[in-house]
């Protein structure tokens, strides 16, 4: 970990002065309630890059609530996160980076936070703040990777990478299925708000993690109209690599964000919380396709600056200066030591953090920049790591660029600049050894009836096909498994049963009446359980409809739970597989989930 001794110095100086002066003014201020632990909102978008916004001087949209944000707070001027979504996701939650936690991958289990990570959530909850996630999870789905386990009192949304349906989709409401209200950004604020206003009277910490502008491409008409065939003056700075059907999409899924941060702006003024509640605003990674972005090399799944750099927004009214810029180097492994700086709560866990609080640069701006210490932040996906200094970038190739003066990175200078090029090699070097023992961990199994909740769903997502079946999509994250025509077809979930007993089991299937009859067989050891299909339930294939451009996720479709039966489940780790024991028509079923409830 790259950290400097003045760094961490600074930082725990901060932390006390700013506890202290905050107790001299809650002694001050008890009689009206003034001093209340401030609320805290996060927006992270998804997919949304640092140009899609109208404050970096995109004109083809309009974005003036987020803007807001800017011109009544902080902007970080040259922040950074991950490449993809889950890990940037872990970097918030801990103020670590995402190797240590776990966070290898985007789908099947990869993207699962290590249990023994405290999380931002954990902080609040324990300093007894209300706690709800709204949206896009992406850390992990059972119990206890859920986000009921990780500090979140309330969640309400998906924990998958992506979802393929955005009006009114089948969700998930602290572990039991819903069914969704509309579309979903606006169903999400709307849940957020009921959160909001239920606990308008005590601190609560919400954050609202938005699932667009990521595909599939759809957005309300209300907001597609403007943009429709509209012309773009901005471009991505290769014109030719943009589809412009794409960031047309894109950006009204952007005005779209813009138009709901905004029902929670109004409804802190109307609550009269907006003084006494932090908000920050950013995104997960590069943008999703090639379109503005500033002039910058790179997109989403890229460790140059344009993969890695976001807007982040802080407002703090009557804290933070309004209109403060901050110009020194910052990430989202810097989140969890800020807010847990700015509201005086203790951190939760004793391991080491990467990031460090921000607190004295949103307060002072350029009086504490001028003392600030150089830092290196890292990027990393896929074997391929990017370091960042304030003034310089080592991409995956070893090429070395002076973001000062070369911000587009057009230029390699590691020849004329060979001991920085030396010095960030070697600190390349070292992060990656660090980062690949973090790595070095056995495979994790998916586990099942954990003591705190009865229900356990496996998804398509975290099995495996064999002998035929086949998933809906290349994509894993929202997909169902098809094409079972065999009966020497099977599908398996490496599980760990946390609490051996007797357990439910259900399929959530779809299946045609012509092909109604198959016999299917659940079995883990030598424990099984089995049901027959008597009933056909066949509902179409729904998104095309609402697509702005061809997708590459699966279409979705409702499913319907079907009871194998009950059967005993063993402690401890197996695999867990579904069969089809007789096929009378020409396949068995579709299939979307498995679901084990504990009944003793």
Known sequence: MIRTNAAVAAAALSWMLFCSASAAMEAATQTDGASRPPNVVVFLADDQGWGDLSLNGNTNLATPRIDSLARE????????????????????????????GGVRGVSTGGERLDLDEATLADMFQQAGYATAVVGKWHNGTQYPYHPNARGF???????????????????????????????????????????????????????LAYNTPHSPMQVPDRFYEKFDGAKLDQRHRDPGRESLAMTRAA?????????????????????????????????DNGPNSWRYNGGMRGKKGSTDEGGVRSPCLVRWTGQIPAGIKVPRIAGAIDLLPTLADLACV????????????????????????????????????????GARTQRWRLDDRGRLYDMQSDPGQQNDVARQHPEVHRRLSAAVKRW???????????????????????????????????????????HPNCSFFRNWTSSDARVTWDVDVLTPGRYEAAVYYTCPAEDVGATMELALGDS?????????????????????????????????????????????????????????????????????????
């Open 346 to 385: 203790e951190r939760v866990g004793e391991k080491s953090l990467d990031g460090i609080s921000l607190k004295s640069l949103l307060l002072e701006g350029d009086e504490a920049a001028t003392e600030w210490p150089d830092r290196i932040l890292f990027s990393h996906w896929r074997g391929r790591i």
């Open 153 to 207: 009192d309330e969640f309400y949304g998906f924990c998958s990478g992506h979802w393929g349906h955005y009006f009114s989709p089948m969700l998930e409401h602290n572990g039991e299925l819903v069914r969704g209200d509309g579309y979903v950004i606006d169903d999400f604020t709307s849940h957020a708000l009921r959160f909001i206003e239920r606990n308008r009277d005590r601190p609560f910490f919400c954050y």
């Open 251 to 283: 950006l009204a899924m952007c005005e779209n964000i813009d138009w709901n941060v905004g029902r929670v702006l109004d409804t802190l003024d109307q609550l009269e919380l907006a003084e006494r509640t932090i908000v920050i605003y950013f995104s």
């Open 432 to 474: 990656a050894s660090e980062a690949a023992a973090e790595l070095e961990q056995p495979p994790r199994p998916f586990p099942v009836g954990h003591a705190d909740r009865a229900t356990t769903y496996l998804p398509a997502r975290d099995g495996s096909p064999h002998g035929g079946v086949e998933r809906s999509s290349r």
């Open 73 to 100: 707070g902080a902007v970080l001027e040259r922040f950074f996160v991950c490449p993809v979504c889950s890990p940037t996701r872990a970097e918030m939650l801990t103020g670590r980076y995402h190797q240590r």
């Open 528 to 600: 099984r359980s089995r049901g027959q299909v008597t009933e056909a339930f066949d509902p179409p294939l729904v998104g095309a409809e609402q697509n702005r451009v061809p997708r590459g996720e699966s279409l979705v479709k409702d499913f319907k739970p079907l009871v194998l039966g009950e059967f005993d489940l063993p402690a401890g780790q197996g695999e867990l597989v579904l069969r089809a024991v007789e096929i009378p028509g020409d396949t068995a079923m579709d299939v979307r989930y498995i679901r084990l409830r504990r009944v003793e």
